[in-house]
C-alpha cells in the first residue's frame, strides 16, 4: 500500500526526518508513534503531499507520488486541528465538502453515531471543541477511501463517541482499508492498532506489533514498553 525509501526531510538547519524506510501493507491498523519533535506530522505530511521531501521515494500502490495529486482522491484525512467556516452550519459545511470533492459520502450514518442530529442546523462558530472534532471525523470518514490517515482522532471526544470512533475504525478495517493514526493516547492505540511505527529523532526506531514491543522492552504494559524505548534512545 505504501512504500517508503531513504526519506529525508530538513526545515532550514533543522533535520527533522533522517532517512525513513518504511513499508505499511494493505488492510490494517497502523499507529505512527513518537515524542515531540520526531517527525510524525512531517511524515504525514509528506504521505500527503503537504511537504515535498528533500531526499527519497513514496509509493502508494507502487505507484511514485512525486509530481502526482490524483493518488489523494484516495486517501481520507483527518486533521490534528480543523479550522471551519465560522459562518456555515454543520449540515453547509457538509454539502459544501462533498461538492469539493465531487464524490458521494454516506454522512447519515455518521451523524447518528456521533449523535450530531440536534447540530446540524447550528453555526460551526458555536459548537464545543468535541462537537467540532466529531464534525471532523464525519468529514474524513463519509467517504468511501482505502487509506484513512487520522491525526490525533479522540481529540475531545466524550466517552460515547471514542466508543463509536473504535466501532468504526474496526469496520473500515474488515473492509480492507488501511488506517493510520497518530495519538497520544496509549490506551486507545493499545486497542485498536495492528502494528506500532515508532519514530525517534527522525527515523523508525521500531516497527511491529504490541506484544513484539513487550518482549522486545521486556514490559508487560504497553504505555511502559513506549517509555521504555525513549530510555534506551536517552541512554
Do not use: C
Given at each position: 500500500m505504501i512504500k517508503i525509501d531513504n526519506l529525508h526531510k530538513n526545515f532550514g538547519k533543522n533535520q527533522v526526518l533522517k532517512g525513513v524506510d518504511l513499508g505499511i501493507t494493505e488492510g490494517g491498523i497502523f499507529?505512527?508513534?513518537?515524542?515531540?519533535?520526531?517527525?510524525?506530522?512531517?511524515?504525514?505530511?509528506?504521505?500527503?503531499?503537504?511537504?515535498?521531501p528533500d531526499k527519497g521515494d513514496i509509493f502508494i500502490d507502487d505507484?511514485?507520488?512525486?509530481k502526482s495529486w490524483k493518488?489523494?482522491?484516495?486517501?481520507?484525512?483527518?486533521?490534528?486541528?480543523?479550522?471551519?467556516p465560522a459562518n456555515l452550519t454543520v449540515k453547509e459545511l457538509i454539502r459544501m465538502i462533498k461538492d469539493l470533492r465531487n464524490k458521494p459520502g454516506d454522512d447519515a450514518a455518521l451523524?447518528?453515531?456521533f449523535q450530531l442530529s440536534p447540530f446540524l442546523d447550528k453555526k460551526l462558530s458555536n459548537l464545543s471543541g468535541g462537537t467540532?472534532?466529531?464534525?471532523?471525523?464525519?468529514?474524513?470518514?463519509?467517504?468511501?477511501?482505502?487509506?484513512?490517515?487520522?491525526d490525533e482522532p479522540t481529540t475531545g471526544l466524550d466517552p460515547i463517541a471514542?466508543?463509536?470512533?473504535?466501532?468504526?475504525?474496526?469496520?473500515?478495517?474488515?473492509?480492507?482499508?488501511?488506517?493510520?493514526?497518530?495519538?497520544?493516547?496509549?490506551?486507545?492505540?493499545?486497542e485498536v492498532a495492528d502494528e506500532i511505527v515508532f519514530l525517534l529523532e527522525g527515523k523508525v526506531y521500531f516497527k511491529g506489533?504490541?506484544?513484539?514491543?513487550?518482549?522486545?522492552?521486556?514490559?508487560?504494559?504497553?504505555?511502559?514498553?513506549?517509555?521504555?524505548?525513549?530510555?534506551?534512545?536517552?541512554?
Amino acid at each position: 500500500m505504501i512504500k517508503i525509501d531513504n526519506l529525508h526531510k530538513n526545515f532550514g538547519k533543522n533535520q527533522v526526518l533522517k532517512g525513513v524506510d518504511l513499508g505499511i501493507t494493505e488492510g490494517g491498523i497502523f499507529a505512527i508513534l513518537g515524542p515531540n519533535g520526531s517527525g510524525k506530522t512531517t511524515l504525514i505530511k509528506s504521505i500527503l503531499g503537504m511537504v515535498i521531501p528533500d531526499k527519497g521515494d513514496i509509493f502508494i500502490d507502487d505507484t511514485p507520488i512525486k509530481k502526482s495529486w490524483k493518488y489523494r482522491h484516495q486517501i481520507d484525512y483527518l486533521p490534528q486541528i480543523a479550522n471551519f467556516p465560522a459562518n456555515l452550519t454543520v449540515k453547509e459545511l457538509i454539502r459544501m465538502i462533498k461538492d469539493l470533492r465531487n464524490k458521494p459520502g454516506d454522512d447519515a450514518a455518521l451523524v447518528t453515531s456521533f449523535q450530531l442530529s440536534p447540530f446540524l442546523d447550528k453555526k460551526l462558530s458555536n459548537l464545543s471543541g468535541g462537537t467540532k472534532q466529531k464534525v471532523n471525523l464525519v468529514l474524513t470518514l463519509m467517504f468511501d477511501s482505502p487509506l484513512i490517515i487520522l491525526d490525533e482522532p479522540t481529540t475531545g471526544l466524550d466517552p460515547i463517541a471514542l466508543l463509536e470512533l473504535k466501532k468504526i475504525i474496526q469496520k473500515e478495517k474488515v473492509k480492507g482499508k488501511t488506517v493510520l493514526i497518530t495519538s497520544h493516547i496509549m490506551s486507545f492505540v493499545e486497542e485498536v492498532a495492528d502494528e506500532i511505527v515508532f519514530l525517534l529523532e527522525g527515523k523508525v526506531y521500531f516497527k511491529g506489533n504490541i506484544d513484539t514491543l513487550k518482549e522486545k522492552t521486556k514490559e508487560t504494559d504497553f504505555e511502559h514498553a513506549i517509555a521504555n524505548l525513549l530510555k534506551e534512545n536517552n541512554a
